[in-house]
């Protein structure tokens, strides 16, 4: 895999504040990559900086090799689908798609062919001729992706491209996204504040924020070993207990959990005994089972059920611990049995491996 | 049912007095002109009665005024040259508008209002104040009472009416849009005509209007800065109805102003929707 995106050190500063601060990353070719983060992180600055809208104070970004540094937006084989989409108002389907074409100057028959082309894989062909205006949200989204692909950049960005579509027509552009960026092998470099459509699109991940990248990994990795506090909150649901190490060996760890004693967890990078910092377990890493129920676990703690969210697929359950602590369990309901599993107010234990969970430092 | 028949009474009131205030002065006058243009003129102005009071006294209704019209070349040259003038003066309207109206839209928020405020100040000392400022100013310079002297003073007067309408168009656009244009090859050129410009068309319609058909109607910045020798139709108009008080004949010549104006205005619309069909 060789590196299409190179950014070294960059950094942009708005007076005292920096929006993205010396971030380093690199992007493969064909590769779909995703920066991920809260608003206000400094993922959009980082975008537009790679687009040539902005320029950074300090670091340099590099395409191909080459530094991008004072190469106009308009010289840059880049394109950009955003958030809005952008599509010219006073344009037809077509002579949007064709703009990026025209710009280069290319002959009229192959652009015909092109955009031809382009609008039979967004699947808007028989759009040609409408107007911005005349379509919905997810044919425009359709539009400006294809504008954006026609003219085969090295790179594209999207910027949160599927953040006006409602959930359903959001998952269905999310394959078809998968499925283009694949069968082109354009590198995608996509921006969201949406941690499910990261998870579910990207080979890799850049979690940011507060202008720095906090974790980069693939999504499982990301998910699975969040390497901090901000990165085990942000995605996806996660319990965290305050806990403090009691003893490590390289085989786990012991902590102390206030409240519930001394709990198992799998062996952390730097983590000594006296250490404090919180055990980042996943809802769907413990179970929840009746209080007779025999559970070969070691980690197993008595409480009652105070609320439960019912989503179809699976229930959450909320269990206030006999030492104070609140957990969150999560049960299939594809699981043999009554559809409801615990009322409220119910007696359960919930219980977890000793090798799941994950202790954080801070 | 009761909320519908509400409904339509609040229309009918909001509408309602809007509506007969034209009715009364903007339709009802046009239609006396219109009759007023077959008319004879009376002895001393005004109009002659239309039910002679006995024969020999003059009245009725006659054709005469377009038969003078359309046998005299001169009227068709006055109205070729004031259409002329009104669409050099609305290309040069045009020309100065631009720049300042999208430089006031692409300024910052808080100084937008302080430079509309400044093109419209002018507005705020006597029309004919400035008019004759004018001839002060373009005395020395040999240019009084020549055609460029009227022109000047036509852009002049009709520049905010131009500014306005063109700011109140481009600042409505979406500036992603240039930026999107510029991401996908575009230089500034072809921004500025495949973007800005385009999407500018209506207010460049709405500002060439309200320039153009003024200045087809103006007679005071010819009389003054143009002297007796450049008239133009509204001199004409003028003189038809206060010099010569022959009110019939002027009603004939506003009239035939008026479906000339209609007619350049119907074949701008037709040809700016079919530009539109086929961008």
């Not at chain 1, 579509?165 to 959001?170: E, F, I, N, S, T």
């Not at chain 1, 949406?194 to 979690?207: D, M, W």
């Not at chain 1, 129920?293 to 703690?301: C, T």
């Amino acid at each position: 895999m060789t590196a299409i995106l190179e950014i070294r050190n960059v950094t942009r500063r708005f007076g005292d504040f920096a929006a993205v601060n010396d971030v380093s990353l690199s992007v493969a070719s064909g590769e779909f990559f995703t920066l991920l983060g809260p608003s206000g992180c400094g993922k959009t600055t980082l975008l537009r900086m790679i687009a040539g809208f902005d320029d950074p104070d300090a670091g340099e970004i590099l395409l191909g090799g080459k530094d991008l540094t004072g190469t106009a937006p308009e010289r840059r084989p880049i394109h950009t689908v955003f958030q809005s989409y952008a599509l010219f108002p006073h344009m037809t389907v077509a002579q949007n798609v064709a703009f990026p074409l025209k710009m280069a100057k290319r002959p009229a028959e192959e652009i015909d062919r092109r955009v031809r082309e382009a609008l039979e894989l967004v699947h808007l062909a028989e759009k040609r001729t409408s107007f911005p205006h005349e379509l919905s949200g997810g044919q425009k989204q359709r539009v400006a992706l294809a504008r954006g692909l026609i003219n085969r950049p090295r790179l594209l960005l999207l910027d949160e491209p599927l953040g006006a579509l409602d959930a359903k027509l959001r998952e269905e552009m999310q394959i078809e996204l998968i499925a283009m960026q694949r069968e082109l092998g354009i590198t995608f470099v996509f921006v969201t504040h949406s941690q499910p459509e990261a998870l579910a699109l990207s080979h890799r991940i850049a979690v940011m924020n507060a202008g720095r990248i906090e974790q980069m990994d693939e999504p499982s990795k990301i998910y699975g070993f969040p390497r901090n506090r901000f990165v085990a909150d942000f995605i996806g649901h996660c319990n965290m207990l305050e806990a403090r190490v009691a003893d490590a060996t390289p085989q786990g760890l012991r902590l102390e959990v206030p409240g519930l004693g001394a709990v198992a967890a799998p062996p952390a990078d730097g983590a000594r005994a006296g250490a404090s910092g919180v055990l980042a377990i996943r809802p769907e890493q413990v179970r929840i089972a009746a209080p007779d129920a025999a559970l070969d676990l070691q980690n197993r703690f008595g409480g009652k059920v105070r609320d439960f969210l019912y989503v179809g697929d699976v229930t959450t359950y909320v269990v206030d611990l006999e030492s104070g602590a609140r957990v969150e369990a999560l049960l299939a309901n594809s699981a043999p049995g009554r559809a409801k599993f615990f009322e409220v107010g119910d007696a359960v234990q919930v219980a977890w491996r000793h090798d799941a969970g994950a202790f954080l430092h801070g | 049912m009761a909320r519908r028949r509400g409904e339509r009474v609040t229309r009918w009131l909001v509408g309602g007095p809007p509506g007969a205030f034209l009715l009364l002065f903007f339709l009802l006058p046009s239609l006396i002109m219109i009759v007023a243009s077959f008319r004879y003129p009376g002895e001393f102005g005004g109009l002659a009665p239309l039910f002679p009071a006995g024969p020999g006294e003059e009245g009725g209704l006659t054709t005469e005024n377009y038969r003078v019209f359309f046998s005299d070349w001169i009227y068709f040259q006055i109205f070729l040259k004031s259409f002329g003038v009104a669409a050099f003066t609305t290309l040069v309207c045009l020309l100065m508008a631009y720049p300042i109206a999208l430089l006031i839209a692409r300024s910052p928020h808080q100084r937008r209002d302080l430079m509309v405020l400044l093109v419209v100040l002018p507005f705020a000392s006597n029309f004919l104040v400035r008019v004759y400022a004018w001839m002060i100013i373009l005395g020395p310079f040999d240019l009084l009472f020549t055609r460029s002297a009227v022109i000047l003073g036509l852009v002049y007067v009709h520049l905010p009416f131009m500014v306005l309408p063109l700011y109140t168009n481009l600042e409505k656009h979406d500036p992603v849009l240039l930026d999107a244009a510029q991401d996908l090859g575009a230089t500034g050129w072809s921004r500025f005509w495949r973007v800005t410009f385009p999407l500018s068309l209506p207010g460049i319609f709405s500002g060439s209007a309200l320039v153009f058909i003024p200045v087809l109607g103006v007679f005071a910045i010819p009389e003054i800065l143009g002297g007796i020798h450049d008239w133009l139709v509204g001199n004409m108009i003028k003189e038809a109805f206060l010099g010569v008080r022959d009110w019939p004949f002027g009603s004939m010549l506003s009239l035939m102003l008026t479906v000339c104006v209609l007619a350049v205005a119907g074949a701008a619309a037709w040809l700016a929707a079919r530009g539109l069909q086929r961008a």
